[in-house]
T-cell receptor, first 114, second 115 residues
């Protein structure tokens, strides 16, 4: 079983719709989670972090965490064509000295269609 | 904040050659990371520095790979005797030490092609 699993997609949604991206993880002790957006040929860009069960909202983005179900999701409201990208879910592990090792899923490709 | 800078952006080399990549982190960040990403996969952790100390290395980092951060500022990643399987995007990231969960900021990466 992979440590972080995502559906690779592509997930196609019409412009203005809500895009729902999902991620499951295997380590029940994981404490912090991140969503990164990656455009083709570019580096990952941090969108949101979430540490506590429940929802966290930032503009059009909402991250949801359910530690009991080992499930993280990202909702994108009012999807725009510029949101078309690969969305990477990452689970954080604390390293020696306090550094962070992110374990990424394979990413979900989102396509927002006009 | 000028972001994480990586050089070169692209590198094409022949199998068996050595290559070296450079990363300049965000200036106030004391933590530096190297990741590798192949097509269709998420980034994979390679190694981590806190200041000049290399504190963690993935088993993905074979003995052909070496990373340094000599003065706790920029870092280099060297690959000796490159193989075609080394073809990938090599990403550098940095973070501050202010919080345990300080987010990683990635550079634009160095794309390596081994022919």
């Amino acid at each position: 079983q992979k440590e972080v699993e995502q559906n690779s997609g592509p997930l196609s949604v019409p412009e203005g719709a809500i895009a729902s991206l999902n991620c499951t993880y295997s380590d029940r002790g994981s404490q912090s989670f991140f969503w990164y957006r990656q455009y083709s040929g570019k580096s990952p860009e941090l969108i949101m972090s979430i540490y506590s069960n429940g929802d966290k909202e930032d503009g059009r983005f909402t991250a949801q965490l359910n530690k009991a179900s080992q499930y993280v999701s990202l909702l994108i409201r009012d999807s725009q064509p510029s949101d078309s990208a690969t969305y990477l879910c990452a689970v954080n592990y604390i390293l020696t000295g306090g550094g962070n090792k992110l374990t990424f899923g394979t990413g979900t490709q989102l396509k927002v269609e006009l | 904040d000028t972001g994480v800078s990586q050089d070169p952006r692209h590198k094409i080399t022949k199998r068996g050659q050595n290559v070296t990549f450079r990363c300049d982190p965000i200036s106030e960040h004391n933590r530096l990371y190297w990741y590798r990403q192949t097509l269709g996969q998420g980034p994979e952790f390679l190694t981590y520095f806190q200041n000049e100390a290399q504190l963690e290395k993935s088993r993905l980092l074979s003995d052909r790979f070496s990373a340094e951060r000599p003065k706790g500022s920029f870092s280099t990643l060297e690959i000796q005797r490159t193989e075609q399987g080394d073809s990938a995007m090599y990403l550098c990231a940095s973070s501050s030490g202010q919080r345990v969960t300080s987010p990683l900021h990635f550079g634009n990466g160095t794309r390596l092609t081994v022919t």
